[in-house]
Nanobody, 128 residues
Framework: QVQLVESGGGLVQAGGSLKLSCVAS????????IGWFRQAPRQGREGREA???????????YYAGSVQGRFTISRDNAKNTVYLEMNSLKPEDTSVYYC??????????????????WGQGTQVTVSS
């Protein structure tokens, strides 16, 4: 059974930092695309947007324009874990953050429909 478990969310002041972790079990994260997405309050899955994605095969990454230069995605193969380091956080970064992995796409695609397994989400709240 595949499970993705996020952690590291919380309440932080604007300008602060958080590091999210996503531990996978039942599936290795070294073959297919991995992504971090966020979903704003009162929005359904249709409103879920890609924050950052990583291709394990060639190391290419995708960052949403709004987080470019502030967020960094990385992974630790030995721990089967993917991270999202978030710096210079802004109130508009407030959201539920999900990690996800594809079972077929290898490119760092920002399309949520390319990802098959999702974590339960972790809340990030940035106060002004």
């Amino acid at each position: 059974q595949v499970q993705l478990v996020e952690s590291g969310g919380g309440l932080v002041q604007a300008g602060g930092s958080l590091k999210l972790s996503c531990v996978a079990s039942g599936f290795t994260l070294d073959h297919y695309a991995i992504g971090w997405f966020r979903q704003a309050p009162r929005q359904g899955r249709e409103g879920r947007e890609a924050v950052s994605c990583l291709s394990p095969t060639d190391g290419s990454t995708y960052y949403a324009g709004s987080v470019q230069g502030r967020f960094t995605i990385s992974r630790d193969n030995a721990k089967n874990t993917v991270y999202l380091e978030m710096n210079s956080l802004k109130p508009e970064d407030t959201s539920v953050y999900y990690c996800a992995t594809s079972t077929w796409a290898t490119q760092a695609t920002p399309s949520q429909w390319h990802y098959d397994y999702w974590g339960q989400g972790t809340q990030v709240t940035v106060s002004s």
